[in-house]
């Protein structure tokens, strides 16, 4: 057996080596939670804020807000943008650019919906001042996602997860002190509400934005990864000197990043899109109860399996770790494992059923019968969301995220297809719904599995060694501290790989007398190479 196998085998199985990820994993699903409940305010102070305000009122917002999140998932490309292709200043600058145009479009667009009769057609609502009034209040909030997004990615360049579960946290404690105040004190026409709602959602992303500022200020060269310059510098001077020719970044153009950012915005948008055409299918063959029923149900299954959407991170976030990127292989399916016997766990001790019985308005839609088979579809979601998340994570950090193009165009074709053959079965109820959201995730990993293969693999823009070569650089200057004459992985000539292979061969007891042999012999034939080459 080779020693150097083994050693490689010992520490992919070493539990140590999963740290790293825990680390990086569970901050990165608190600042989803935090986020998930900081837009809870907004319907708090719909419901409690005024209670005077008309139907027309709150479903003007509800249309308005649903609106604004599914422009929202058009700007969710902006993390993984910054955390994989951006690697200069210029490139930074280029990103944001970017941003700032995107940004602008969006919330023009809302502005533009508000003040014309497209408000009033995809609302549904015929009072057009609510629609204007609605569609106002949540102009910016795709701005605001794109905006803390592209900072996440920046910071977690360097994994400071701690400041983005920091900025989630201030987020929700803002929002919460926020929507007290409102409540108390923000009494105000029943007409102007929607204004009034959105106040904790804005102060808090507000906060959000200052506390991820402050890190990036904190820690100037995130774009590093980690690394000072000056360390780059010496690291690049020593393969200049060794004749190691590395493909460099040649810097992020306009035409890659939008081959690079189109197929995660067609993703996140046909995921935006799958929840309101399932609601919209139970609300049509199932009838209004089993659309709540549903509604109740959704927390409950997406906080057992919501958190296997960070997995996507995972990978761009450790680009620079070769070896963390091959652990992420066995701990994706440690996730998914965990998520199915948590969720299974939840509705099988009762858990889940006493926590309806709390939220639901009445005892018929928390019985046993009508939602212990849902729940029970909800425990194996977490097979396809994790699977969906690691391969995105995967593509999305080895630049070929034109493999996701496929998975977001079948995805809502397979959740309509899904939900027919339900009812064709004879399926009924809420159950209708969570086949398709099941539908929808297990489609998307196949769809992004098909891509795989129909997509060859493409060089990166980035040379794909790079991060490979520092690692190696460093093992040899590890190396050279224990008195291990010092080898270079590029095949410069053979007789070089060869003299450098035999001497890292040579026996402890014989390496610190040969040590200068070797590495005098190494640079007179670097320097005959040189000489032929000249």
Same mark, same amino acid.
């Given at each position: ?7 490689? %085998?010992?520490?992919?199985? #070493? ?20 986020? !998930? ?50 690697? %200069? ?10 941003? &700032? ?31 204007? @009034? ?22 977690? @360049?360097? @994994? =400071? ?9 201030? !987020? ?8 007290i105040l409102v409540i108390k004190f923000g009494k105000v026409s029943p007409s102007y509400v929607q204004f009034l709602a959105v106040v904790p959602l804005y102060v808090g992303r507000a906060a959000h934005l200052s506390v991820l500022s402050l890190g990036l200020i904190r820690h100037p060269n995130y774009l590093t990864r980690g690394r000072d310059e000056s360390e780059l ?19 992020? %153009? ?8 189109? $197929? ?11 929840? $309101? ?10 009838? /209004?109860?089993?659309?709540? %029923? ?5 927390? =409950? ?14 990978? $761009?976030?450790? &680009?620079?770790? /070769?070896?963390?990127?091959? @652990?992420?292989?066995?701990?994706? /399916? ?33 019985? !046993?019968?009508? *939602?212990? &088979? /849902? ?16 391969? +995105?994570?995967?593509? *999305?950090? #080895?630049?070929?995220?034109? +493999? ?51 997509? $060859? ?46 001497? *890292? ?5 014989? &390496? ?14 670097? #320097?005959?190479?040189?000489? !032929?080459?000249?």
């Amino acid at each position: 057996m080779d020693p150097d196998n083994g050693d490689v %085998t010992s520490e992919r199985c #070493d539990v140590r080596g999963f740290f790293p990820l825990i680390g990086v994993l569970v901050p990165l699903a608190l600042v989803q939670f935090g986020t !998930d409940l900081s837009e809870q305010s907004v319907n708090t102070v719909i419901s409690r804020g005024s209670t005077d305000a008309s139907p027309a009122v709150l479903s003007a917002f509800t249309s308005s807000f649903f609106i604004a999140k599914f422009a929202a998932g058009g700007m969710l490309f902006m993390r993984p943008l910054a955390l994989v292709p951006v690697e %200069t200043r210029e490139d930074v600058k280029l990103a944001t650019t970017i941003f &700032i145009v995107l940004a602008a479009f969006f919330t023009c667009l809302m502005v533009f919906i508000a003040l014309s009769p497209v408000g009033v057609l995809v609302s549904g609502v015929p009072d057009s001042g609510a629609v204007c @009034r609605a569609f106002l209040a949540s102009s910016l909030i795709p701005a605001t996602d794109g905006c803390y997004r592209f900072l996440q990615g920046l910071l977690l @360049r360097r @994994r =400071l997860v701690s400041w983005c579960t920091f900025g989630a946290l201030v !987020d929700v404690s803002c929002m919460a002190i926020t929507t007290i105040l409102v409540i108390k004190f923000g009494k105000v026409s029943p007409s102007y509400v929607q204004f009034l709602a959105v106040v904790p959602l804005y102060v808090g992303r507000a906060a959000h934005l200052s506390v991820l500022s402050l890190g990036l200020i904190r820690h100037p060269n995130y774009l590093t990864r980690g690394r000072d310059e000056s360390e780059l510098m010496a690291i690049n001077a020593a393969r200049d000197a060794e004749g190691v020719v590395v493909e460099t970044n040649n810097g992020l %153009t306009l035409s890659f990043a939008v081959k690079f950012a189109y $197929p995660l915005m067609l993703a996140d948008l046909a995921q935006r899109l799958s929840r $309101p055409v399932v609601n919209g299918f139970v609300a049509h063959t199932q009838g /209004p109860s089993a659309l709540a %029923t549903l509604g109740l149900l959704y927390p =409950l299954g997406h906080m057992c399996y919501g958190w296997l959407n960070n997995l996507k991170v995972m990978e $761009p976030s450790f &680009i620079d770790k /070769p070896q963390m990127r091959e @652990r992420i292989a066995w701990f994706a /399916p440690i996730c998914m494992c965990f998520s199915i016997a948590w969720s299974f766990t939840m509705t099988l001790s009762g858990a889940n059923f006493w926590i309806l019985s709390k939220i639901a308005p009445s005892k018929n839609f928390s019985s !046993d019968a009508t *939602t212990f &088979i /849902p729940l029970m579809v909800f425990a194996t979601m977490g097979l396809p969301v994790g699977t969906r998340g690691f391969l +995105t994570g995967k593509m *999305t950090a #080895d630049q070929r995220t034109e +493999t996701l193009v496929f998975s977001g165009i079948i995805r809502i074709p397979g959740i309509i297809a899904a939900l027919s053959v339900a009812i064709a079965l004879g399926v009924r109820g809420a159950t209708v719904g969570v086949i398709g959201l099941f539908a929808g995730f297990a489609t998307q990993s196949l769809g992004i599995i098909v891509g795989m293969f129909m997509c $060859p693999k493409s060089r990166s823009r980035v040379y794909e060694g790079d991060y490979e070569g520092l690692e190696n650089d460093y093992k040899r200057e590890d190396d050279e501290s224990n008195g291990i004459c010092a080898s270079t992985e590029v095949d410069v000539n053979p007789k070089l790989s060869k003299l450098t292979a035999e001497s *890292t061969l040579l026996e402890n007891g014989n &390496i610190e007398e040969e040590n200068l042999d070797c590495v005098e012999e190494s640079k007179s034939l670097s #320097d005959g190479i040189g000489d !032929d080459s000249g």
